[in-house]
């Protein structure tokens, strides 16, 4: 743990360890002429158990930073560390194993397996670490999410909002540390988006979870601890204890 | 995993019932296949028999075996190829399920353990089925060999109960093998691909389909020059093995030429529709390369092996016109060779008569190894009066007694001076050789000297100053025609043959690359229901996008009949070379015909499946599949 605090951003203003870490990271895609900054020398810190929004217009490169936060995507050069581990090089079994214990997805078009039911999506992750989830954590879990009496229904027979609640199940059987969350709002109406946000929150408030959220949406990005703004692969602004009104006016004067 | 692999299976079952019927009907043919041919091989002949009927029901059987040997060998070269690449196709469809896998936490091992579990399972239920279908294909087989005549009758072939073992194993370990390839790609799927839509940046062209292709093109050179050197009976069963590596290696860079194919088709295909036909034409290369494997085989099979036979038929057409030097040809029950002479204006006679004997090869440890064959006792005189013919070695008038003159194109490298052990009825046990024949396409391979005549049926060979007068003089002795007519018959009858050869060989396998080629186009369709609906809500009506599929598939037909046709064409020229060293005749005969009714029957086929399932497939309302994804 005194690794990660020297290594810490200078620009963190939180005294808590930092869940997940980029160091000067950039990003490039193609290559000479048709090469894209999509992230420019980033630096940033997820603080634990705190849940951060990120902002920007379309191309400001908010998922390729969840992407390579996440350790989904290889960053051009720069380091990312992930709950006092350094990803940047890690292998594939090495990244495997950290997306079966330390992190969790959700993303805005829910990628459940279609073929299986409610209860079989969640329990999919533990499955897949060698472990037979007790069926009673895995009904606890999506009690949790309200979904107690869906367990055998499978996502086509489920609406937006309870495949998206189906995924945050099985986001949080694992327990992870740090969720990632790719406008996790975006396909749902105000009332599911609403339960959704109440959700992820609980993640932070019960279990010291950290999540990292892209999102478009003021509403959602009001409901977390605070919101990073991106424009053109930089961070160019932050916001503490964030409302939708200052969450909105930022935005307006950023994308003007 | 097992019961993971099970859910897939009841989700996506489009895929997999096409995979499971290819398995089947692959296990069927060639469990069929191979039981056809132990029961030939194992066939006792009834005892009892003259020994004449004993040994032309004996023969009958030799030759149903080796044809049956190269119908297993077809058999099992198109089940593999079909389902390796059904196998490979429905893993490819899955890329997004697999990366969310991933996302899941799945390791790449256990992405490939998924894929070979359901291989496994696809393969256990295809075997149990196709154990099953084998049993009415082999009645069918058994049918069709016998109506052309190449099984004595009353054959049939029986059921083994160690075949069991071979189905399932060929049916699993195919199905597996299949996977085996796919799934160390699909294990190499990323998981931020569940994340975006089209693995489109996925090379198809990897580095092992080059090295396939190349190692199995370099191989069919090999073996088409091959056919120029070994020539005679081993042209056609190593011009067939030619046709099975040339299609490999196009299957292979198939992805590479696919989008080449699809240029042309750009400036065909104008208008909006054609539009959008090409664009998926070259952004679908994988799936385009998988419906055109199934056409590209028939074809290469059908067109190359019709070539193959008929550039036989038509060299030994031309060989026998060019090397005869006689008019009439008499046939007879018996022998009548003085009456023949004594007609006034006979000027040679050449008296020919067929003997069935066995030729014994030395095999080494096994010692002697008898073999029936056919060889033509004519009179050397006669025979070199009526017949252009110059012996490479030897001398053909030394061909009297216990000898035997042979053709290098009669397997067994003999010499002049050697001993050939025979089994003749009421004949030597060894035979000398004092002449070598030049290489020959049409026969006879053997000529035995006039001693080892027996009675029975005679053909004369006779040229004569006024054939008109001779033919009415020779009428009252048998059968007479014209030597034109004479070779006109044997033509035809060579030509029937050959069809009817290869109707035996690739009857079945035609009717499974048909249904292969539907099952290809379903599959492909299964997956792009979404897409089809996008274009819908993008303005196109039902009918437009139906018309568009209709359109690519065309043109995946089109790709299929243009690789089948070039790995024709490479055994079509193996051939005309072959034969051109042998005999010096420059031949090639192309089957329009019969090439015309495979496209148009794969055309109709690929339509009728392609506009059925992008109907079906645009049956529910657009936007509701626009607005649902998963």
Redesign the interface.
């Known amino acids: 743990m005194e690794t990660q605090a020297t290594h810490r951003p200078l620009d963190a203003p939180e005294t808590t360890p930092s869940a997940v870490e980029l160091h000067g990271v950039t990003r490039v895609y193609g290559t000479r002429t048709a090469a894209v900054r999509a992230l420019d020398n980033v630096d940033i810190g997820f603080p634990a158990g705190s849940w951060t929004a990120v902002m920007g217009p379309s191309g400001s490169g908010k998922s390729t930073l969840l992407h390579c936060a996440a350790g989904l995507e290889r960053v051009t050069s720069g380091r990312v560390r992930v709950a006092g581990q350094d990803i940047t090089d890690a292998s594939d079994a090495e990244l495997t194993r950290l997306r079966r214990t330390v992190l969790g997805f959700v993303f805005q078009s829910f990628n459940l397996i279609g073929s299986l039911t409610a209860e079989q999506n969640v329990a999919m992750p533990l499955r897949l670490a060698g472990q037979r989830p007790p069926r009673k954590v895995v009904r606890e879990v999506l009690a949790s999410v309200g979904l107690a009496d869906r367990a055998r229904h499978r996502p086509g027979e489920l609406s937006g909002g309870q495949q998206q609640r189906v995924a945050i199940a099985r986001a949080m059987v694992t327990r992870p540390a740090v969720l990632f969350a790719d406008e996790p709002t975006g396909a749902l109406d105000t009332k599911s988006a609403r339960t959704v946000l109440r959700m992820l929150r609980g993640m932070v408030e019960g279990s010291g979870q950290t999540i990292v959220m892209v999102t478009h949406d003021p509403a959602a990005a009001a409901a977390a601890d605070r919101v990073v703004f991106l424009g053109d692969g930089r961070v160019v602004d932050r916001l503490d204890r964030p409302t939708v009104r200052l969450v909105a006016d930022r935005l307006a004067r950023w994308e003007e | 995993m097992l019961r993971?692999s099970w859910?897939?299976f009841?989700?996506?079952w489009q895929v997999f019932v096409g995979a499971i019927l290819s398995v089947c009907l692959g296990v069927a043919l060639v469990q069929s296949s191979l039981l056809t041919l132990v029961s030939a091989a194992t066939a006792s002949v009834p005892p009892g028999l003259p020994p004449e009927q004993e040994r032309a029901i004996r023969d009958g059987y030799v030759g149903a075996i080796s044809l049956l040997g190269m119908t297993l060998g077809l058999a099992v070269f198109v089940a593999v190829f079909v389902v390796s690449s059904t196998f490979a196709f429905t893993v490819a469809q899955r890329r997004r399920?697999l990366a969310?896998?991933?996302?899941?936490?799945?390791?790449?091992r256990?992405v490939r353990t998924l894929l070979v579990g359901e291989a496994l399972l696809l393969g256990v239920l295809g075997s149990a089925f196709g154990v099953l279908a084998g049993l009415p294909v082999m009645r069918l087989q058994g049918a069709m060999l016998d109506s052309f005549g190449f099984v004595p009758p009353g054959f049939t072939g029986q059921w083994r109960s160690w075949i069991l073992g071979v189905s399932a194993g060929v049916g699993i370990g195919v199905a597996v093998l299949g996977v085996l390839a796919a799934s160390r790609r699909a294990a190499k799927v990323?998981?931020?691909e569940?994340?975006r839509d089209v693995g489109a940046a996925t090379r198809v062209m990897t580095a092992s389909r080059w090295v396939v292709g190349a190692i199995f093109f370099a191989g069919s050179i090999a073996m088409l020059v091959l056919v120029a050197t070994v020539g005679g009976e081993a042209a056609l069963p190593l011009s067939i093995c030619a046709s099975f590596t040339l299609v490999t290696a196009f299957a292979a860079v198939a992805p590479l030429i696919v989008p080449l194919v699809a240029v042309p088709f750009g400036l065909l295909f104008r208008g909006r529709l054609g539009v959008l036909a090409h664009a998926n034409l070259r952004t679908g290369v994988r799936r385009s390369a998988s419906t055109a494997a199934p056409i590209m085989v028939l074809v290469a099979f059908v067109v190359g092996m019709a070539g193959t036979t008929g550039t036989m038929t038509e060299a030994g057409r031309q060989e026998i016109s060019r090397d005869l030097r006689a008019d009439l040809v008499l046939t007879t029950d018996r022998p009548v060779r003085d009456q023949v002479a004594a007609v006034p204006g006979v000027e040679a006679v050449s008296e020919e008569a067929q003997v069935s004997f066995d030729l014994g090869q030395d095999e080494g440890e096994d010692g002697l190894v008898f073999e029936p064959t056919n060889g033509l006792a004519v009179d050397p005189a006669g025979y070199a009066a009526t017949h252009r013919m110059v012996v490479t070695a030897g001398d053909l008038a030394d061909l009297h007694g216990a000898s035997v003159a042979v053709s290098p194109s009669e397997s067994g490298g003999w010499r002049v001076g050697d001993m050939m052990p025979v089994r003749l009825d009421g004949g030597p046990d060894q035979l000398r050789v004092v002449a070598l024949l030049p290489e020959t396409v049409a026969g006879p391979y053997i000529l035995l000297s006039p001693d080892l005549m027996r009675d029975g049926p005679r053909r004369y060979v006779v040229r004569a100053a006024d054939p008109a007068a001779v033919a009415t003089g020779l009428a009252r002795l048998g059968q007479v025609t014209t030597t034109a007519q004479w070779i006109d018959a044997y033509a035809d009858d060579q030509q029937k043959m050959s069809v009817d050869i290869m109707v035996a060989l690739l009857g079945m396998a035609m009717v499974y690359t048909l249904i292969a080629m539907v099952n290809a186009v379903v599959i492909a369709a299964s997956d792009r229901r979404a897409e089809f609906a996008a274009a819908r809500v993008t303005g196109l009506t039902r009918g437009q996008v139906v018309g568009a599929a209709l359109a690519e598939s065309l043109a995946v037909v089109a790709i299929g009949v243009l690789l089948g046709v070039l790995a024709a064409t490479g055994t079509l020229i193996g051939m005309a070379f072959a034969v051109r060293d042998m005999i010096g005749i420059s031949v090639a005969s192309v089957p329009w015909a019969l090439g015309s009714a495979v496209v148009a029957i794969a055309v109709v086929v690929v339509a009728t499946a392609s506009v059925l399932t992008t109907l079906s497939a645009t049956r529910t309302p657009a936007i509701r599949l626009v607005a649902?994804?998963?």
């Not at chain 2, 969310?100 to 790449?108: H, K, Q």
């Open positions: 993971m859910s897939t009841r989700d996506r399920d969310l896998l991933r996302l899941t936490g799945a390791g790449r256990q990323r998981p931020l569940a994340l649902a994804r998963d």
